[in-house]
Nanobody, 120 residues
Framework: QVHVVESGGGLVQAGGSLRLSCAASGSIRSINDMGWYRQAPGKQRELVATITSGGTTDYADSVKGRFTIFRDSVKNTVYLEMNGLKPEDTAIYYC??????????????WGQGTQVTVSS
């Protein structure tokens, strides 16, 4: 069994900061890519940021320079540091982890989502 659990969402004023965390636990052999996606009301889920097991990062243009993704491979945890938040960043944020279990192929796991609301 594998669990992926996010935390750290909440309500913040425009210009403020939040840090999201996502921890993977359970029967894990290794974790490849990890990342964050978000879905605003009435919109499709979109990529926010990803990070490979080697530390290479990629960001959506809308968050470059404001958000930073990083991971702690010992703790199987990925973080999203969000600065300069804007009302358009309001969404449910989902964590993604590509996990290899001891006896299986790599499978993409998703967290349950955490709400981020930015007030103007």
């Amino acid at each position: 069994q594998v669990h992926v659990v996010e935390s750290g969402g909440g309500l913040v004023q425009a210009g403020g900061s939040l840090r999201l965390s996502c921890a993977a636990s359970g029967s894990i052999r290794s974790i490849n890519d990890m990342g964050w996606y978000r879905q605003a009301p009435g919109k499709q889920r979109e990529l926010v940021a990803t990070i490979t097991s080697g530390g290479t990062t990629d960001y959506a243009d809308s968050v470059k320079g404001r958000f930073t993704i990083f991971r702690d491979s010992v703790k199987n945890t990925v973080y999203l540091e969000m600065n300069g938040l804007k009302p358009e960043d309001t969404a449910i944020y989902y964590c993604q982890a590509d996990i290899m279990r001891p006896n299986g192929p790599i499978f993409r796991y998703w967290g349950q989502g955490t709400q981020v609301t930015v007030s103007s």
